[in-house]
């Protein structure tokens, strides 16, 4: 059981660039979430998701934008990068009240 | 806007020493959680706090939920050098926005 994971571990993007941040889970979790975490801060919820299909906006969603085909897979995507995104990326599934978080992607857009 | 605060912000304690963290919260919510995150890694979930008076014990930590005070409580008895680590509240609101304090970093020093 890989649990969730996370790709890549580090990038470096330049400005006006565009991503997608993998997710992937095997634990068959319906419930998917995407936080970015800045420096000494939080976690803040940019998009979630329910089930393969289904997506819905969070706190910071600005910027992203997600799809879910499948249960195992939410990725996350950055059109047009900007140095507000640089961040700590964390994806999480959950199953009835426990999270259960990946091990983050780190983002530096310059 | 839901808020969510804690303090303090950061906490240097000898070892062997009490402390509590405290976690407020601005929305109606039964439900809160505590979780831990060690430097560069990802978020252990700690506690889930469920209704009104719960409390829950592991080891050294012991949470505790007042929902009409909107206020969580994370006591720490007799610190050891390995509970070093930022301890961050979270509320649910709906169900599935995930709200997070900024989070409390705790140095246990020798």
């Known amino acids: 059981n890989a649990g969730v994971t996370q790709t890549p571990k580090f990038r470096i993007l330049k400005i006006g660039q565009s991503m997608t941040l993998q997710c992937a889970q095997d634990?068959?979790?319906?419930?998917m979430y995407w936080y970015r975490q800045d420096p000494g801060m939080g976690l803040k919820l940019i998009y979630y998701s329910v089930g393969a299909g289904i997506t819905d906006k969070g706190e910071v969603p600005n910027g992203y934008n997600v799809s879910r085909s499948t249960t195992e897979d939410f990725p996350l995507r950055l059109e047009l990068a900007a140095p507000s995104q640089t961040s700590v990326y964390f994806c999480?599934?959950?199953?009835?009240?426990?999270?259960?978080f990946g091990p983050g992607t780190r983002l530096t857009v310059l | 806007e839901l808020k969510v605060e804690q303090n303090p912000l950061f906490l240097s304690m000898q070892e062997g020493k009490n402390y509590t963290i405290y976690c407020n919260y601005s929305t109606t919510s039964d439900r809160l959680y505590w979780y831990r995150q060690d430097p560069g890694k990802s978020l252990e979930s700690l506690f889930v706090l469920l209704s009104n008076g719960a409390v829950k014990q592991e080891g050294r930590l012991m949470a505790s939920l007042d929902t009409k005070a909107r206020l969580s409580t994370l006591h720490i008895t007799a610190a050891v050098h390995d509970l070093s680590a930022t301890y961050f509240c979270a509320v649910d609101k709906a169900g599935n926005q995930f709200y997070f304090g900024t989070g409390t970093s705790l140095t246990v020093i020798p």
């Open positions: 634990m068959n979790h319906n419930y």
């Open positions: 999480a599934t959950r199953y009835g009240r426990a999270q259960y």
